[in-house]
């Protein structure tokens, strides 16, 4: 009767919440079972539940990108659930991919991509679900290579010891070659030590066993280098340099559970010109790159046909400074206006556009705005580079009060270097001069769906690698906790405070994700502990546990503070400096003393701040010498 | 125009759950480019609904769902359309256009029949012949049904219009309309209970063969498969 291949039972799939998490079968899932051509199996995951990892485009394009090779099979996993994870413990079922539903340990390699920190506990139940060793160095010659990448790969120490290979910057540009040397490996019969340490020679890869950290008494890194000759000491960033010729998943798989980001999604471009100073996407992607307007309009049309979403939204870390967004945004609303088919905006920058559009393609009863002044004050806001002023804020508020929104949405960080308590009342200041506006420009008889309504949210900040930042205490868990009821207070003292809502985020899941995003190699041993007393699922609130990360500290002799709230100085080697993110050190010190002086920065269009992106000879850095050059 | 689409479930798929499954079909219809109908407003939805709810596990040769179409180039078309872009698993048996007087899906539903076959590794009841001749036999078939706040008594006879038993496998139609609706687990509770036996629902595979609306003429009320009210176009 049963005419399928599943790796779980019925059973078992009976059991656990959303069996459709594990089945594969996906439109546009690729299935290659019995094709000979294939010669890598490729296990791409996500660490964390599917819903989470099937958002993620990143996986979409790597996914499309091995597969289109007749010689790869690439299938996803994602983390089992914990009730299918107690059941795969106990019943010993081995972890699988969701296309052939084969045991990943038969694979040829398993990647894992690193998006946040609080998913460092879940790489170990997918490498233990696998049937692996935790540790690279106890994998034999049959087992696949684990291999990282992603953004917290630019700071990969803390989990250094669980890989074989990470794979430093975007994934476009050398799996070929990284496939090739591991398939002649394979047909000579596969030395994992040899293939890794020929591996480590193409660019981008690093092979963390051929590197060695010396430390001085103090903790900190005395020095950071490979222990063979030819292997080299600064590893670069892969960067794609014509994004707009490159792969792009047309056939994107379409979940039959609805996922965080059910839609299609159009990137628009990579990386920022803005340079936050806290923002570490905003560096790491340098420089900015464009797609070309008629390939995304080309894109747009094409997946949405072939995935049948009925929403698509652009991505990009800043869409408004996108060249031609008038123009691709138009296009989208008129064709999809045609299909039935919803626009999601990101966050734009409120003005005329950016009103209209929204309008357009929103009920404006129903949304908000939102704004993400970062700090309360304009001097804090100087400091970490964040060109939005008061003014703009009140004026876009303004607007769009006239235009009938009366919901706005504020995102602030506590706990920025230099902050002062009345940088903190600013949160407040700002929320209540905003409400203020609406009173203003609104007459009493226009005033509908019960008044204005201000919702302010604050994180809190977490210094991370290659940011200019780096060297930045963060707050105690302490001073977090007070700065947040110093906010809450303040907002009750305000005019409009019944306007007003105030959110802020846990402080301890902030000390921990500081405490990764810097760590050293030393803190493998602290994620092994944290994993073995039962952490999995840290990034959801709910699973998170706080004691378990300073109990296992303490096993360790390890100490947060040194981690998280240490002064650092800017002599000292970090565990990330042998990575070349694209921007040198010497610029991120001199916007570290920028900031400290509390002098902003002008943005990559306004003038080039010679950050070392320029070497690239690619996007921003030559189309503005070029434009600069036909004046 | 209104059409009726009649489609099965077997294999993985029979885990994805009837909302999964509507949103499935919004999507592979905008896949296979069919000119269906939009509500209006902000967010417009097709306009589309399905007879009775699938219960996740459950096969089927007899989904329905109704849909709402602006133009169309033939109900072969339409078929051929749906089918390039269904996955594995999934497959749209008929298209038919409904009548003006023809009610929804849902609201037609009057019965629906049922195989039910025991797993690899679970043993069918015990002389499954004699116990459902014997089942059957009774002037009433009393069961107590769990709803959300209390516990409902009911007799299950009336609703059972087909109850047969052959080669270890079991068929049955049944009520299936929203007032008298009975749920296959009910009926094998009851069985099992019968016999004295407990029931372990993962011992058998459900699949729904068919789903019926009644016509009626006169005092004559004969169960006909949900498309055959409708006409090919």
């Known amino acids: 009767m049963k005419e399928y291949k599943l790796a779980l039972s019925d059973e078992v799939l009976m059991q656990v919440e959303k069996p459709a998490r594990y089945i594969g079968n996906e439109v546009n899932s ?69 296309e052939s539903q084969d045991p990943i340990k038969d694979f040829d390699f398993l990647g894992i991509t690193l998006q946040y920190e609080m998913c460092y506990t879940n790489i170990l139940q997918l490498l233990e679900l696998a049937g692996l060793p935790l540790y690279a160095t106890e994998r034999t010659a049959e087992q696949p290579i684990v291999i990282g990448g992603g953004p917290c790969s630019y700071n990969p120490e803390p989990i250094a010891d669980f890989f074989d290979l990470f794979y430093i910057g975007e994934g476009e540009t050398r799996y070929r070659e990284l496939l090739d040397l591991y398939k002649a490996h394979k047909e000579k019969g596969l030395d994992r030590d040899a293939f890794l340490r020929e591996a480590a020679s193409i660019p981008g890869m690093y092979v963390p066993k051929f590197y060695r950290t010396e430390y001085k008494d103090d903790g900190t890194i005395a020095s950071f280098s490979p222990v063979y000759e030819e292997l080299p000491k600064t590893i670069s960033k892969e960067m794609v340099k014509d994004v707009s010729n490159t792969y792009y998943p047309m056939k994107p798989v379409v979940p039959f559970i609805k996922v965080t980001q059910d839609r299609v999604v159009l990137e628009i471009q990579r990386g920022c010109i803005r ?62 206006k045609k299909r039935s088919i919803n626009i999601s905006l990101p966050s734009l920058r409120i003005d005329a556009f950016s009103l209209d559009v929204m309008s357009k393609v929103q009920d404006i009863k129903k949304s908000s705005l939102t704004f993400a002044p970062e700090a309360g004050s304009q001097r804090l806001r100087d400091v970490i580079n964040k060109g939005l002023s008061e003014e703009t804020i009140l004026k876009g508020s303004a607007l769009a009060f006239q235009g009938g929104w009366s919901r706005v949405k504020l995102y602030f960080m506590l706990g920025l270097p230099t902050e002062t308590e009345e940088d903190i009342r600013g949160i407040a200041d700002l929320s209540n ?45 302490e001073e977090f906790i007070d700065k947040a009821q110093t906010v809450k207070k303040a907002v009750r003292e305000q005019i409009n405070q019944k306007r007003i809502k105030y959110n802020w985020h846990e402080a301890d899941v902030s000390m921990i994700e500081g405490l990764l995003a810097r760590g050293d190699r030393k803190l493998s041993k602290v994620i092994e502990k944290v994993y073995r007393k039962g952490a999995l699922f840290e990034s959801w609130s709910e699973h998170f546990h706080y004691d378990l990360w300073l109990e296992a500290l303490k096993e360790c002799g390890l100490s947060l503070d040194f981690y998280t709230t240490r002064e650092r100085s800017l002599e000292e080697i970090f565990p990330w400096d042998f990575l070349d993110c694209g921007v040198t050190k010497a610029f991120l010190i001199r916007e570290w003393k920028q900031a400290l002086e509390e002098k902003e920065s002008p943005n990559c269009k306004q003038k080039c701040l010679g950050c070392g992106a320029a070497r690239y000879g690619v996007g921003v850095c030559v189309e503005e010498k070029a434009a600069k050059a036909a004046e | 125009m209104r059409v009726r689409i009649k489609f099965s479930k077997h294999g993985v798929v029979k885990f994805i759950g009837h909302l999964d499954i509507m949103r499935y079909f919004q999507k592979a219809i905008r896949r296979s480019g069919i000119d269906i109908a939009y509500s209006s407003g902000f967010s417009p939805h097709q306009i589309m609904s399905f007879a009775a709810p699938l219960g996740v596990g459950y096969c089927s040769n ?23 872009v269904m996955v594995e698993g999934i497959e749209v048996l008929s298209v038919v256009a409904l009548p003006d007087h ?40 009393p069961v107590v049904k769990q709803t959300k706040k209390s516990e409902l008594s009911l007799d299950l006879k009336p609703g059972i219009y ?64 949900l498309d055959a009210v409708g006409e090919k176009f």
């Open chain 1, 30 to 98: 690729v299935n290659k079972a019995g094709d000979e051509r294939v010669a890598i199996r490729f296990a791409m995951c996500f660490p964390d539940v599917y819903e989470i990892g099937m958002s993620h485009l990143g996986i979409q394009i790597l996914y499309d990108m091995l597969n289109g090779w007749e010689d790869v099979w690439c299938e996803r996993v994602y983390s089992p659930w914990l009730d299918l994870d107690r059941i795969m413990r106990k019943e010993h079922i081995p972890l699988f991919g969701l």
């Open chain 2, 162 to 225: 087909e109850l047969t038993a052959k080669e270890n496998c079991l068929y049955f139609l049944v009520d299936a309309s929203s007032s008298g609706n009975i749920k296959p687990t009910l009926l094998l509770e009851a069985l099992y209970r019968f016999a004295g036996q407990e029931f372990d629902p993962l011992a058998v595979q459900i699949t729904r063969e068919e789903t019926y609306t009644a016509l009626i003429d006169g005092e004559r009320r004969t169960l006909v498969p």
């Open chain 2, 62 to 84: 007899g989904e329905y769902m109704d849909i709402e179409v602006n133009s169309h180039q033939g109900s072969d078309q339409m078929l051929t359309a749906l089918n390039e």
């Open chain 1, 275 to 336: 340079g936050c100073r806290f923002c570490q996407a905003g560096q790491l992607y340098r420089p900015v790159r464009e797609r070309d307007v008629e390939v995304m309009k080309r894109y747009a049309m094409e997946m949405l046909k072939n995935t049948g979403h009925e929403e698509i939204s652009l991505s990009s870390l800043s869409s408004s400074d996108y060249t031609d967004l008038k123009e691709l945004v138009y296009f989208l609303i008129e064709e999809c």
């Open chain 2, 102 to 141: 023809a009610g929804n899906a849902m609201a037609s539903v009057a019965a629906a029949g049922y195989t039910i076959e025991w797993k690899e590794g679970y043993e069918p009841l015990a002389d499954l012949e004699k116990t459902v001749e014997a089942f059957l036999n009774r002037d009433t078939i």
């Open chain 1, 433 to 477: 001069k905003i409400a203020a506006t609406y009173f203003e420009v609104v007459p009493k008889e226009e005033r509908k769906n019960g008044s204005v309504q201000i919702v302010a949210s604050s994180s809190f900040f977490i210094p991370k690698p290659f940011t200019p930042f780096q060297w930045s205490p963060m707050n105690t868990r």
